[in-house]
Antibody, heavy 121, light 107 residues
């Protein structure tokens, strides 16, 4: 079955760190760029970060640049998001997302169920 | 970054009616625009990409049109399962951005 399963969310204090994981199955993971997209409670969608299939290129939204690091382990079919210096405004459901084709990087046709990150003291 | 504006914010319609949702970009995105549907507690689902192409498995009652800065998502006859929030998203310019959404609810 083609699917993405996120994990690693939870409650963290401001300034803290968290590492999210996304396990992929059912497709050739290494062929696809992958993204993280987040959604604050009751709000819209915000693209956060992306990484090329090889892992050689990474991209970040200005709101997380310098604090978040995206990476992947193609031998484990897993995507990661290391989040440091967390702020209250980072509170959101974090989705990993896959594009429809290997060349259409910036649309997303497969999403995980998301993992909730809550930044609060 | 490109800002997407969606209207109306809420659309109240009855099953069987036609829904017309609008998305406007702050600058031209050519045809690089997608539409997503999101139901409460669920991840978004890709409906339309490149302005007018239906994604795999999307019913024919969903159609997209437009280019440049003005785009429309049309649902020809609303089914009960279509009541949801709809987002547009552009990939023309980095970073990819989403609109604020239009909620289609039952009248």
């Amino acid at each position: 079955e083609v699917q993405l399963v996120e994990s690693g969310g939870g409650l963290v204090q401001p300034g803290g760190s968290l590492r999210l994981s996304c396990a992929a199955s059912g497709f050739t993971f290494s062929s696809y760029a992958m993204s993280w997209v987040r959604q604050a409670p009751g709000k819209g969608l915000e693209w956060v970060s992306a990484i090329s299939g090889s892992g050689g290129s990474t991209y970040y939204a200005d709101s997380v640049k310098g604090r978040f690091t995206i990476s992947r382990d193609n031998s484990k079919n897993t995507l990661y998001l290391q989040m440091n210096s967390l702020r209250a405004e980072d509170t959101a459901v974090y989705y990993c997302a896959k594009p429809p084709t290997t060349v259409t990087t910036w649309y997303f046709d497969l999403w995980g169920r998301g993992t909730l990150v809550t930044v609060s003291s | 970054e490109i800002v997407l504006t969606q209207s109306p914010a809420t659309l109240s319609l009855s099953p069987g009616e036609r829904a017309t949702l609008s998305c406007r970009a702050s600058q031209s995105v050519s045809s690089y625009l997608a539409w997503y549907q999101q139901k409460p507690g669920q991840a978004p689902r890709l409906l339309i990409y490149d302005a007018s192409n239906r994604a795999t498995g999307i019913p024919a009652r969903f159609s997209g049109s437009g280019s440049g800065t003005d785009f429309t998502l049309t649902i020809s006859s609303l089914e009960p399962e279509d009541f949801a929030v709809y987002y547009c998203q552009q990939r023309s310019n980095w970073p990819p951005t989403f609109g604020p959404g239009t909620k289609v609810d039952i009248k």
